[in-house]
C-alpha cells in the first residue's frame, strides 16, 4: 500500500528555513514525479513544486521560485523541499504527492498526511 | 486557468444525490481532475480525465464534461462521502485548482 510521511514542519521566524522531508514507502518511489502542494489554514490547494522521477528537472510557482529547492535521494526513497526567506504567507500544511509513472502528469494519485509550517515572530 | 466551483457549500442528507460544479476559464478539453478532502485529512484522488475514477473510487462518484464544464455526481450520499471537493486542472503549467465545494451533512 502506498505510503507518503512528511516531517520537518514547525515554528520558525520570517526569513528563517526550514528542510522537509517526505519518505515514500509501498511503491516505486524512483519511477514517479513528486510534487508539493500546500494549503494555507482555511484555504484551498496551491501546487508548489514538482520534481522528475530522476531528478533531473524540476518547477516551482512562482511564489516560491528562488526560495524554495526540491530535490529527492531515490537511494532513500525521499523527498526534501528546503525552504529559505520564510513569510508569514507560507504558513500552511505542507503536502508531499506522488504523480503518475514515469511522465509528469498532474495527476496527484497519492498523498502524505501533511506537516505544518508556521512563519511568525 | 481559473476554475470556479458552485456551489460553495452543498447541504444534504445520506442517501441524496450531490451535484459538483467546476468552470474552467478556458476550455480543459477533458484534462479535469476531482480530489476529494475529508476534515483534518490529505487529498485524495477520486477522477482523472473528467470521467475516469481512480483505483477503488465507487461507482456511485461520476464525472461528466469537457470543454469548460464539469461536473462530479455522488449517487446515494454515504457518510463518508462529506467533505470538500476540489477540482484540478492539468492542461496548463502550473497546475491549479478550484477553490472548493464543501459538501455537509443537513
Known amino acids: 500500500q502506498d505510503n507518503l510521511m512528511e516531517s520537518g514542519g514547525g515554528v520558525v521566524q520570517p526569513g528563517g528555513s526550514l528542510r522537509l522531508s517526505c519518505v515514500a514507502s509501498g511503491f516505486t518511489f524512483s519511477d514517479h514525479g513528486m510534487h508539493w502542494v500546500r494549503q494555507a489554514p482555511g484555504k484551498g490547494l496551491v501546487w508548489l513544486a514538482v520534481?522528475?522521477?530522476?531528478?533531473?528537472?524540476?518547477d516551482y510557482a512562482d511564489s516560491v521560485k528562488g526560495r524554495f529547492t526540491i530535490s529527492r535521494d531515490n537511494s532513500k526513497n525521499t523527498l526534501y523541499l528546503q525552504m529559505d526567506s520564510l513569510r508569514p504567507d507560507d504558513t500552511a500544511v505542507y503536502f508531499c504527492a506522488r504523480d503518475q509513472r514515469w511522465l509528469i502528469k498532474s495527476v496527484f494519485e497519492s498523498w502524505g498526511q501533511g506537516t505544518l509550517v508556521t512563519v511568525s515572530s | 486557468i481559473v476554475l470556479t466551483q458552485s456551489p460553495a457549500t452543498l447541504s444534504l442528507s445520506p442517501g441524496d444525490r450531490a451535484t459538483l460544479s467546476c468552470r474552467a476559464s478556458?476550455?480543459?478539453?477533458?484534462?479535469l481532475v476531482w480530489y476529494q478532502q475529508r476534515p483534518g485529512q490529505a487529498p485524495r484522488l477520486l477522477m482523472s480525465d473528467a470521467t475516469t475514477r481512480a483505483t477503488g473510487i465507487p461507482a456511485r462518484f461520476i464525472g461528466s464534461g469537457s470543454g469548460t464544464d464539469f461536473t462530479l455526481t455522488i449517487d446515494t450520499l454515504e457518510p463518508e462521502d462529506f467533505g470538500v471537493f476540489y477540482c484540478?486542472?492539468?492542461?496548463?503549467?502550473?497546475?491549479?485548482f478550484g477553490g472548493g465545494t464543501k459538501l455537509e451533512i443537513k
Open positions: 520534481i522528475a522521477y530522476d531528478g533531473t528537472n524540476e
Open positions: 484540478q486542472q492539468r492542461l496548463s503549467w502550473p497546475p491549479t
Open positions: 478556458q476550455s480543459l478539453t477533458d484534462y
